[in-house]
C-alpha cells in the first residue's frame, strides 16, 4: 500500500519566473506536457525536453512553499548568453520587475499566494497542514539571485516594497557588488552599502554563490538574519561553490538553514558539466541525503539543513539523481532520512520546520 505523501515540502530555491519567461514554460503544465512540447517543437538546448520542475508536479509532491527567484544577470565574458545576457543594470532590472509581474499574475489567478510576513507564512503553513492542500495556492517568498537589477543601494528600499525579501549579492561570475561562484575576490565598491542598506530595511542576506572572501566579508559586514538558499557540503565535493565545513560552522553559529540542492555536480565529485551523466556516475536521491547528514553531524541536531533544489535551474534530467523523475520524487527523501535513522523531529525540521522557524524569527524582529 503507498504511503500518504508527506504532508509538506518547503524548497529554499526555483528559478520558476525565469523558467516561465525566459525558457518560455507554461508552468501551469504537467513536466509530461512541458517536455513533450519541447521535444515536438524541437527546442533545443542545455535541460530543454528533460526539465522536472512545473506547478502541478510540486502539488503532486506537496512542494507547497518555496522561495522564489528573480534572476536577471548582466552579461559576463566567456559565459552563455543564455543564463548572462543582459548589458545593462537597467535591463536587467526590467527584466527582474517583469518576473516579479509574473508572480504577481499567478497570485491574481489563485496559483500562488505570496509571502511577506510571519502572519501570511502562519496561515499559509496552517492551511497545508490542516485544511485540503488540494484547495490551498503553492505559497513562495520572493528572493533576488544576483543583485545586478539592484541599481544602486538605496534602491533596496523600493523592491522591498515590491515584496523581495532576500538578495543574493552574487552569482557566477563578477555582479556589480561582489565576487561570485568561479572567482576570487571581495566585495565591490558599492557591495558594502548594499549590505548595510539590506540590514537596515530588514532584507535577508543569501550568502550562497558568494565568493569566499565575499562570504567572509558579508558574515562581518551584515548583522542582519542569514541563509544559504541552495549549497552543499566542500567536504564532500570540493569545489568553491560548495559551503567548507568552516563556513557551515559560521552559519550554524549565525542561526542559519542550509538548503541542498539536487544539482548533480554540487552532489558527487568528478562530475565534468555537458559530459558526465547520472547513469555512469550513479548519482542519486542518497546523495543529498549525505549532505544534509554532514551539515547535522557539523551541528550536533538538524535544525540547519533543509532543501534548496534548484532543480529549474538551468538544467534538467541530465544533472539531476538517477532516481528523480519530476520534483515530486522528493517525496522520495523521507524513507532515505528514515533509513539512517533520522526520526520524524528530525524529518519535520528538515522538510519544512527550520524555513519556518528561520522565517518568524527573521520578520519578528
Ligand atoms: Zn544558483
Not at 527584466?95 to 502572519?119: F, H, K, N
Not at 542582519?224 to 552559519?251: F, M, T, W, Y
Amino acid at each position: 500500500m503507498a504511503r500518504c505523501p508527506y504532508p509538506l515540502i518547503f524548497d529554499s530555491h526555483l528559478d520558476l519566473a525565469w523558467n516561465a519567461i525566459d525558457w518560455n514554460r507554461d508552468l501551469k503544465k504537467s513536466v509530461a506536457e512541458i517536455r513533450q512540447r519541447e521535444r515536438e517543437e524541437q527546442i533545443h538546448g542545455k535541460g530543454r525536453g528533460v526539465n522536472t520542475v512545473s506547478f502541478p508536479d510540486l502539488r503532486r509532491g506537496r512542494v507547497g512553499l518555496f522561495i522564489a527567484t528573480l534572476l536577471a544577470r548582466l552579461h559576463r565574458p566567456g559565459m552563455t548568453p543564455a543564463f548572462s545576457r543582459y548589458d545593462t543594470m537597467d535591463a536587467a532590472y526590467a527584466a527582474t520587475m517583469g518576473q516579479l509581474y509574473y508572480y504577481r499574475a499567478l497570485v491574481e489567478q489563485g496559483y500562488l499566494r505570496w509571502i511577506t510576513d510571519a502572519e501570511s507564512l502562519d496561515a499559509h503553513v496552517n492551511a497545508w497542514l490542516k485544511g485540503d492542500p488540494e484547495q490551498e495556492p503553492l505559497g513562495f517568498i520572493l528572493s533576488m539571485e544576483g543583485a545586478d537589477p539592484v541599481l544602486y543601494p538605496e534602491q533596496v528600499q523600493h523592491w522591498w516594497v515590491m515584496g523581495l525579501r532576500i538578495i543574493g549579492p552574487a552569482h557566477y561570475g563578477v555582479s556589480p557588488y561582489a565576487h561570485g561562484t568561479g572567482t576570487e575576490g571581495g566585495l565591490l565598491e558599492r557591495g558594502p552599502d548594499l549590505l548595510r542598506e539590506m540590514q537596515r530595511v530588514g532584507m535577508i542576506l543569501d550568502v550562497t554563490h558568494l565568493s569566499d572572501q565575499c562570504f567572509d566579508e558579508a558574515m562581518d559586514l551584515y548583522g542582519g538574519p542569514v541563509l544559504a538558499s541552495h549549497h552543499n557540503c566542500r567536504a564532500l565535493v570540493p569545489d568553491q561553490r560548495q559551503l567548507s565545513d568552516e563556513q557551515i560552522r559560521k552559519l550554524i553559529q549565525r542561526g542559519a538553514v542550509i538548503g541542498a540542492a539536487l544539482d548533480t555536480w554540487m552532489l558527487v565529485p568528478n562530475w565534468i558539466r555537458g559530459q558526465t551523466t547520472p547513469e555512469e556516475i550513479g548519482v542519486s536521491l542518497s546523495h543529498v541525503v549525505d549532505h544534509i547528514d554532514h551539515v547535522c553531524q557539523l551541528a550536533g541536531n538538524c535544525r540547519h539543513v533543509a532543501l534548496g533544489t534548484d532543480l529549474d535551474g538551468g538544467f534538467g534530467k541530465e544533472q539531476s539523481p538517477l532516481d528523480l523523475d519530476t520534483i515530486a520524487d522528493l517525496q522520495k527523501i523521507p524513507d532515505l532520512l528514515r533509513a539512517r535513522g533520522y526520526k520524524e523531529a528530525d524529518l519535520e525540521a528538515i522538510f519544512y520546520g527550520n524555513w519556518l522557524r528561520f522565517f518568524r524569527d527573521a520578520w519578528r524582529t
